[in-house]
């Protein structure tokens, strides 16, 4: 494990493998460097992969208050380490965190790859709940971690069924031990699940090329499909600089090998 120490001070743990271009992984809620390695595995043999726990996950410490301003410092102090630029891959939240940071670090992110943030723009699927991340903060305080992830998810569309199987499933304790980190990922996700794809203009001057990508295979329902793709195509179109990729059989979280060769030819350009 390595470390950079961001602008206020916090730790931050990520792993470094390959050679070649540097490419830094941003994960989705739930997700820590350890989630990362067989996808930076897939990719070493072409790329410099930095794979990073945020900010109060793994190995990386944690500062209050929370400001997404401070991820994207953390994110910056990972591409410094890389060399001071590098291409960006973000995964669901990760990926609207990705997009905040090519805002401010427009010449240091030289590459973005974005595969299906959870964009909420049309009626597709019921917004999330006015006070989302207030109600997370305050399950978190009284100590109800796992309440905290089973409204998570419920809220993301998935299924009771599938929900009562995870809790009885050895990845619960996980997601338990990374539940004060969803506030942060709502905070990020701020009024783009509101049912409105005016939120989104906010990007329009991203110019960095930029791979938006989801797949087509459902997790949990149709609308959770249906609302991840018209998500997609609106941040398309809202982009100036904007390729549209659908990955066939994948749902959200899509096979590495399948992953990896998408991201290859899009960051080397074939």
């Known amino acids: 494990m390595n470390q950079v120490v961001s602008k206020d ?10 050679q070649g271009p540097a490419v830094i992984l941003i994960s989705a809620a739930f997700g820590t460097r350890a989630d990362a390695a067989s996808l930076a595995a897939a990719l070493a043999p072409d790329f410099t992969v930095f794979a990073y726990d945020r900010r109060g996950r793994g190995g990386s410490g944690d500062t209050a208050p929370y400001a997404v301003e401070r ?29 905040d940071a090519a805002q401010v670090l427009p010449t240091r992110i030289t590459r973005l790859a ?25 399950l978190i ?36 031990a990374l539940a004060p980190t ?30 938006v990508m989801d797949g087509t295979k459902m997790m949990g329902s149709e609308d959770f499909h249906t609302f991840m793709r018209h998500g997609a195509d609106e941040l398309a179109r809202v982009l100036p600089n904007a390729q549209r990729r659908i990955l066939e ?7 590495d090998d399948v992953l990896a060769a998408a991201l290859r030819a899009f960051f080397l350009g074939s």
């Open 9 to 18: 001070g916090t730790a931050i743990a990520f792993d470094r493998r390959g």
């Open 71 to 99: 991820e994207v410092e953390d994110l910056d102090a990972v591409i410094e380490a890389a060399g001071g630029s590098a291409f960006v891959f973000g995964h669901s939240s990760g990926a609207v965190l990705a997009l």
């Open 114 to 138: 974005l595969y299906e943030p959870p964009f909420i723009v049309d009626d597709s699927r019921p917004p999330m709940p006015e006070g989302f991340a207030a109600h997370l903060i305050e």
């Open 141 to 176: 305080a009284a100590g109800r971690r796992g309440d905290a992830v089973e409204y998570w998810q419920t809220q993301l569309g998935i299924p009771a069924e599938a929900i009562a199987q995870m809790r009885a499933s050895p990845m619960w304790a996980g997601f338990e």
């Open 182 to 211: 969803l506030p942060y990922d709502a905070t990020i996700m701020g009024d783009t699940q509101r049912g409105n794809a005016l939120p989104l203009r906010r990007w329009a001057s991203v110019k960095v090329p930029t791979l």
């Open 249 to 255: 059989g994948q749902d959200h979280g899509p096979a």
